[in-house]
């Protein structure tokens, strides 16, 4: 059971009939990643009404829900939405959305008010553009990415329009924002705050349990990942609430369409730990992170995206990528032999990694083919 099957099975609830939980949270970050920009209003036009969803009316489909991951999934999961009782009177408005190659910032924001007089600001995570997969990588290496700035701006200028209780939340990406932005918010607006979702978004570079009022804000935090989790236990300077069960497998564990609910409950079925090869991966990855400089962080991120440049999607790279690989020798000589040196380090650790994850992550799909079959 995932949240198109939880839609189906209790769609037909209202938010009275059944209060807001977890799961209605999940779907409402998840829905960011449609391009409603291009039907509703802008957080430039305060003014205008917001699109009820039972009206919306999409005259592109491709291009409503180009970017997000999983755009089939996405396409039933608003279906679905705008049939059902639950969520059909939604409204969205304050769209905002910055895509900035020459700064690195891809951002998209949205408020959701409900029928029951709160309003949820949805934050995107990665959509499928080799910027929003450039963006992640500066996680590695700045102390604030400018999507973070961005989310805390658009909760400090939507605090006047905001109802007097809301809540934040977001997927991947969307959940660091949705965290940042609780955490570094106005007493005012975290005392408005009702809750804040990160749905297996990566943690924070240094610790955050120094900011003003973290003991009083902790409480409002909830940060979701999978048991199998790869993204959201980076930089994990904060306990998950909920370990989630997702059957989808290495990087495919992170797709909400992947996580499974209970049978008959509006709720996560959750583990109390995660696997052991979710453990390794982190372990590994953070040390093969905390080997390199800032600075060495930085000139391998620049390497690798001149050697990918002419991609404009994540698409594109998985099937074109291997292509682009034979550039690596004339793109290396284009540096210092310093730099070479370096880079060749770097880049020998991370197929290292990758490497020893798809081993393993086979040798589970054959233990789980060979269960099945006895």
Known sequence: MNINTYLRRFGQCTLREMAFNEIDALILSELSYVNFQLVAPSIDEPKVKPLRLKKLVVEDPLAFYRGSVDAISNTTMVKLMM?????????????QNIFEEKTVNQF???????????????FRGTDT????????????????ILAQVEALEYVNRMAPYLPERFYLGGHSKGGNLSMYAALHMSEELQDRLIRAYSFDGPGFRKSVTGLPRFEAVLPKLSKYI??????????????????????????GGHDPFYWQLEKGR??????????????????????WLASMSDEDKMLLIQFLFRVFEQRENVYELIVFGIADLVQIPKILRSYSPEGRKKIKAMLLALKDFYLDSFRRGKRIMQAKEEAEGK
Do not use: Q
């Open 83 to 95: 049939k059902s009782r639950r969520f059909k009177d939604i409204k969205i408005g304050f769209c």
């Open 108 to 122: 998209f924001a949205m408020t959701i008010f409900l029928p029951t007089g709160e309003a949820f600001v949805a």
């Open 129 to 144: 553009s080799i910027l929003g997969w450039k963006e992640d990588f500066h996680f590695a290496f700045e102390e604030a």
């Open 226 to 251: 999978t048991k199998n989790d790869i993204i959201g236990m980076l930089f994990n300077v904060m306990p998950a609430t909920k370990i989630v069960v997702s059957t989808g497998l290495m990087f």
């Open 266 to 287: 509006p709720a996560f079925r959750t583990v109390e730990d995660t696997s052991k090869s979710s453990k390794r991966n982190a372990k590994v990855m953070m040390e």
